[in-house]
C-alpha cells in the first residue's frame, strides 16, 4: 500500500506555469507505475500523464502534449508535473495516482492508490 500527497497547485495566468509534487510513503515507490489525472467541475477524470516505474516510458494526453511534463525521482519518492503555456481548460484538480498494474496504465480504473488532489486554477 502506498500513500499519496499531492502539492503546489494555485492560481496563475494564461501562460503561466506550475509543478506540481506527489510525495509518496507507506510503499516501494519505484515498483510503481504513476499517473497524473485532473478532474473540473462537472466532468469525468481524465488522463493527464503516465510514466513507468523506472521512467523510461512516458505517455501524455493529446491535449497536454508539448506543455506539460511528467516525470519521477525515485530517490525522493516524488512525482512532479511541469506544467507550462498553462490554459483556462486546464483549471481542475489534479490527483496523482499509483498503481503495481504492468504496462503503464491510462485508464484511471487501472490505478488503485489516489492522492487527495491538488486544485490549479488558470484565469484568462
Known amino acids: 500500500q502506498v500513500q499519496l500527497v499531492e502539492s503546489g497547485g494555485g492560481l496563475v495566468q494564461a501562460g503561466g506555469s506550475l509543478r506540481l509534487s506527489c510525495a509518496a510513503s507507506g510503499g516501494t515507490f519505484s515498483r510503481f507505475d504513476m499517473g497524473w489525472f485532473r478532474q473540473a467541475p462537472g466532468k469525468e477524470r481524465e488522463f493527464v500523464a503516465a510514466i513507468s516505474d523506472s521512467g523510461r516510458i512516458i505517455y501524455s494526453a493529446d491535449s497536454v502534449k508539448g506543455r506539460f511534463t511528467i516525470s519521477r525521482d525515485n530517490a525522493k519518492n516524488t512525482l512532479y508535473l511541469q506544467m507550462n503555456s498553462l490554459k483556462p481548460e486546464d483549471t481542475a484538480v489534479y490527483y496523482c495516482?499509483?498503481?503495481?498494474?504492468?504496462?503503464?496504465?491510462?485508464?484511471?480504473?487501472?490505478?488503485?492508490?489516489w492522492g487527495q488532489g491538488t486544485q490549479v486554477t488558470v484565469s484568462s
Open positions: 495516482a499509483a498503481t503495481l498494474r504492468n504496462g503503464v496504465p491510462t485508464r484511471r480504473f487501472d490505478y488503485d492508490y
